[in-house]
């Protein structure tokens, strides 16, 4: 195991022999064992520990647990206490990513004020697996192949050579103890699911797809170093920047072996998102003007290319819905209405029902602006102003700058993903309705 | 469905409304579906139905389904019986195997002889997300990522824009009949378990995720053609080429981005495997004159650079074991030996216990060649030559040609993969042992 170990900081070009290590250390199984490596192989290391406060004894036991181990070692011990929980309430965010978006900072604050090279962490080869599994799942592009790279910046987790399994059996014959540990009792939903339903059955196929992830993941990243430096050396060609504003070249693109992913490559860059690039793609001979958004950046067809540059004003996003149109690809996703005979019983705030005869198309989708308001649903017509109404329903802070209103003559029919407004609700006098989804 | 159909059609340039189509159709769901989009589009096309024979009477039935069906659809149908069965038998491999090996020269032969411009098969979405999982299980690079692929060749899938369920939907409004597939009945452990166990799981978190595991291999097949355009520019710089020998220049490799990516990239062109390539790239500044055997190439370390030249004799292919080396990659897999205090009793082809005391080492490990024996253990010390032994234990006529055995001093003590030699059994007088493992 400590050969193995050896081994893959050499392969790797982790660190060196001399390199001052700050170990990220929870007190569970992998870090214990990442521990004993580093101890074993007479690496300078110190010991940081973080107490979300989230099991309330167990917390303080883990705590303990950690303490003494570094004073077994002879390392610095770092303990902070974090209210995570009341973090978690203020941002709008689980509990899970708040101890993420508290952990990391603090770890690079120990390492600049101590003086360490690098910041280790305990992921091993199943957890790179889940990770992998969870991306295709959910959809990525090649980057969500990587899974968990072995180096980025000053993080290294150098146990990614070993799978869960081969940490356990070293930690028994080694009779080390752990604490139970407390992320993976707190693990996710989706985690759980790919940990225990679906990694053991594709594990009676191939005993090795570790390994095999492992292995996927570093020719992916070395697949995308060799296309970051192909795409760069393109930008010469297709790529003009003048500031904040970039302008790309049709004909030029349309010259390369696969123009369409190398605009996406890109576009990625400013925020736009791999549906919409297909569609600016389609679109390429177009009408010169014609306009798309992301969150960050305003892209527009002109003669011959598209100007890319950064939104000034959010109010300067807008989209205009025409009937026949059907579906519009906008920043947060794909909005689509279609003509139903009936409303269906299904509580989805991502779908709306609107009476089409109070509809004027073409209708505006654009994000919500401080002044707006409707007549919420279930409100006996009562006005409410769009700032309180996201305030009730507890909209997290960091999300009410992405909230899109769909407006008809002035009025706003939907406020997409919330609620419809009660003057454009389907009733017995209805003749059309139209089903609004965001998808 | 249709609408979904032709822009799928036209996104993917698969074919034009004037192409003449073979539709390869086993009666089953997908094929019958396949077949009604192609009716109600218009388009030319006539029908190829494969009757493998594997079960009885529902084959014929399965037979007389799809000509009736070319009838109502008044498309030409052709039909050709095959014996897969005793064809597997003869190859030594797979009925699966056999079928489609059968299976696609016939359909080749159809379109030239009547002069289709395609042959269409019904694969879908989630026959993609099958195979890209499949492939992530057993271990793939960049190219096992793309699953199926939407066009090949004259090979066109053009129903991968649909799920199985929305193709059964379909199915079920339209009243269509079809024949319980049977290649779904006789679908292999690996896909089943994929199909029934881990997929539906997979779904829970993302409903849509066939379509996310096709906009993934749309994405990988591109990025895979940007990376062969680099590949092919850097190829002057790197390579030169002079007849059936490739020379490779160590220096100009170790200034691109990711050397290692790159060299794979070339030599898998050659037989080599990754692992075997991450050796020859670690070795790269050792002794000249060091060999590596793909099955069909021999890579030689030279000064400045590797020599890949094609293997005139299988006898070429020789790689000796030191004692020390405790490992060796070879174009078969990796071969390991390990001292043991005992024997298991676990039956696995591909481990050996030799007796340390009787072995010379340097070893060799070989390809076996006519006039070889060996005395396989559990046959009272008699010889047997390997030719005879391997057709004994039925070995397909394929696969011969890559056994490998282990000599000492001119005596074979492992058929690798088969079995040992008495005379290098473990007994009561061996002091050492040596566990020989295949991975």
């Known amino acids: 195991m400590l050969n193995a170990f050896l081994t893959f900081i050499t392969e790797h070009q982790l660190f060196t022999p001399a390199s001052r290590l700050l170990l990220t250390v929870s007190g569970g199984i992998d870090s214990v064992v990442l521990t004993e490596l580093c101890r074993q192989a007479g690496f300078t290391f110190g010991i940081a520990h973080c107490n979300f ?55 690079e ?169 297909k569609k600016i793609w389609t679109a390429r001979n177009g009408q010169t003007g014609q306009r798309f958004f992301s969150s960050t950046h305003i892209l527009t067809l002109d003669r011959g290319g598209w100007l890319v540059h950064p939104v000034q004003k959010p109010t300067e996003i807008s989209y205009t819905l025409e009937e026949k149109d059907r579906e519009i690809v906008y920043s947060e996703g794909c909005l689509q209405w279609v003509e139903v005979e009936k409303l269906s019983s299904e509580k989805n705030p991502n779908v709306a029902y609107l009476d089409a005869d109070a509809l004027a198309f073409p209708l505006t989708l654009r994000l919500w602006q401080p002044g707006d308001w409707l007549c919420p649903l279930g409100m006996q017509g009562k006005r409410k102003k769009i700032s309180d109404f996201l305030v009730d329903v507890k909209v997290p802070r960091s999300l009410k700058g992405q909230v899109y209103v769909v407006e008809s003559e002035g009025n706003i029919a939907w406020l997409v993903g919330f609620r419809g407004d009660e003057r454009f609700k389907v009733n017995e006098k209805t003749t059309k309705i139209l089903k609004f989804t965001k998808t």
Chains 1, 2 share one sequence.
Not at 58 to 81: N, T
Not at 133 to 149: E, F, K, Q, S, W
Request: with cysteine; hydrophobic share 40%; charged share 25%.
């Open 109 to 277: 604050e120990l390492r600049q004020v101590h003086r360490y090279d690098y910041i280790l962490t305990a992921h091993q080869q199943d957890d790179l697996l889940e990770t992998i599994l969870m991306n295709i799942t959910r959809g990525t592009g090649l980057a969500g192949l990587y899974g968990i790279l072995p180096k980025n910046g000053f993080i290294v987790r150098p146990l990614l050579f070993a799978t869960r399994t081969e940490i356990s059996t070293f930690l028994t014959q080694r009779r080390l103890t752990w604490r139970e540990d407390s992320s993976n009792a707190s693990v996710d939903y989706v985690r759980n699911r790919l940990r225990h339903d679906v990694i053991p059955t594709l594990r009676t196929i191939n005993p090795n797809i570790s390994a095999a992830a492992a292995r996927l993941s570093e020719r992916v990243k070395a697949s995308e170093t060799l296309l970051s430096a192909y795409t760069k050396g393109l930008e010469a060609e297709i790529l003009q920047t003048d500031g904040a504003t970039h302008r790309l070249f049709i004909a030029a693109l349309e010259k390369q072996a696969a123009p369409l992913e190398l605009l996406a490559r890109w576009l990625s860059d400013f925020g736009f998102h791999y549906h919409q690039i």
């Open 53 to 107: 406060q989230l099991r309330g004894d167990d917390s303080e036991a883990d705590e303990a647990f950690v303490r003494a181990l570094a004073h077994r070692c002879g390392a610095e011990c770092y303990v902070r206490r974090f209210d995570a929980k009341t973090f978690a309430k203020n941002e709008g965010i689980s509990t899970q990513m708040a101890a993420r978006e508290l952990r990391y900072p603090w770890f």
